[in-house]
C-alpha cells in the first residue's frame, strides 16, 4: 500500500501564535557542506489565520527527504500560501572569508532582510544564532523536520540552489555540478585532481585545500 509523504507539524508556529506572534518566520539552508558554490538560506513566513496550512503544504517535510521533482512541485504551493517568502545566499569567497557558520548566519539574514514581514520570531534548524536585531529565536534539532516553516523554507533555499548549481555547470562543465550540485563525490575528486578548482570551488575546505597542498584527499573531508 502506498502511503502518503509526511507533512512536517504546525505545532511549534501554533505554540507562538497563541502566544500573540503574528509572524513566526522559519529559517534552513542548504549547501553548507559542498565543496563548491553558495551556502543558501531560505525564510518562509506562513499565515497564522489559515487553518488549511497542512492541507495546503501537504508534503512539505525536510528537503533532503524529497525528490527535485516533488521540491519543485510544492515549492509553488509554498510561495502561494506563505504571508512572505524569502532566499538569501553568501558566495563561495564569504564563505573563505568568514567561514562557514558565519557564512550561513549571513545568508539567513540576507532572506530576513527580504521579507516582507519584520519577524516576531524565529525558528532555525539546528544553527547558532547571533542577531544583531535581537529577534527572539529557537534554535531546533531537526527542524525541518518537526516545523513547518522549517520545512518550507528548506525546501526554497534547495531549489533556489540546485538551479544556481545547474546554471554554474553551464559556465564550469568540466565539474559536473548538475549531477552532484557541488557536493563531494568521487566524480567531483577526479576532476579537481584533472582540472584543479574554479572560482566557484571553497579554498579553505579541506579537500580543496589539501589538493592544492599536495596531500591525500578522502571523500569524507570536509570544511576546517
Do not use: N
Not at 557542506?33 to 497564522?48: E, I, M, R, Y
Not at 563561495?92 to 516576531?120: C, F, H, N, Y
Amino acid at each position: 500500500m502506498l502511503t502518503r509523504p509526511q507533512t512536517a507539524s504546525l505545532q511549534i508556529e501554533q505554540t507562538h501564535w497563541a502566544e500573540g506572534r503574528r509572524y513566526v518566520v522559519g529559517l534552513d539552508e542548504a549547501g553548507r557542506g559542498t565543496w563548491a558554490g553558495p551556502v543558501v538560506a531560505g525564510a518562509v513566513c506562513l499565515p497564522s489565520d489559515r487553518h488549511d496550512l497542512t492541507q495546503s503544504l501537504a508534503g512539505v517535510r525536510d528537503s533532503k527527504q524529497m525528490t527535485a521533482r516533488q521540491r519543485t512541485r510544492l515549492l509553488e504551493s509554498i510561495q502561494r500560501v506563505a504571508l512572505s517568502h524569502a532566499t538569501g545566499f553568501a558566495s563561495s569567497a564569504e564563505i573563505d572569508a568568514l567561514g562557514i557558520v558565519p557564512a550561513t548566519r549571513l545568508a539567513m539574514r540576507r532572506a530576513l532582510e527580504k521579507l516582507a514581514v519584520q519577524p516576531d520570531y524565529l525558528l532555525l534548524d539546528s544553527i547558532k544564532w547571533d542577531d544583531p536585531q535581537h529577534i527572539p529565536f529557537q534554535s531546533i534539532i531537526r527542524g525541518d523536520s518537526l516545523s513547518l516553516s522549517i520545512a518550507a523554507a528548506s525546501v526554497l533555499a534547495k531549489v533556489w540552489r540546485d538551479e544556481h548549481m545547474y546554471r554554474l555547470d553551464e559556465i564550469y562543465p568540466a565539474y559536473g555540478f548538475h549531477q552532484h550540485k557541488g557536493y563531494g563525490t568521487a566524480r567531483h575528486l577526479a576532476a579537481l585532481r584533472t582540472h584543479g578548482p574554479c572560482p566557484e570551488h571553497r579554498m579553505s575546505f579541506a579537500p580543496i585545500r589539501h589538493l592544492a597542498l599536495r596531500q591525500p584527499v578522502l571523500l569524507s573531508d570536509s570544511a576546517s
